[in-house]
């Protein structure tokens, strides 16, 4: 919620919104980042949002792979 994402903000960039949308994901600075945590309440939604995010990187050459920690325990 909003007020959760507050409480993270200056520590951690906190961007609200749908994380399988690769214009959330382009907003959030997927091309310079490092790493993706998604952690969801649901396996299938992480996996998705780990998929796309690497599916952008690719689009790029040059870049780093990026490091993917997806929460699944279905």
Do not use: H
Not at 1 to 9: D, P, Q
Not at 16 to 33: E, K, N, Q, S, V
Not at 63 to 71: A, T
């Amino acid at each position: 919620t909003e007020g959760e994402a507050r409480n993270f903000a200056g520590r951690v960039p906190v961007i609200i919104g749908d994380a399988t949308d690769p214009a959330t994901l382009r907003r959030a600075g997927i091309y310079c980042a490092r790493a993706v945590v998604a952690t969801v309440s649901q396996d299938l939604i992480n996996l998705e949002i780990g998929f796309m995010a690497r599916n952008l990187r690719q689009e790029k050459r040059g870049l780093k792979p990026l490091r993917l920690v997806l929460r699944c325990f279905g």
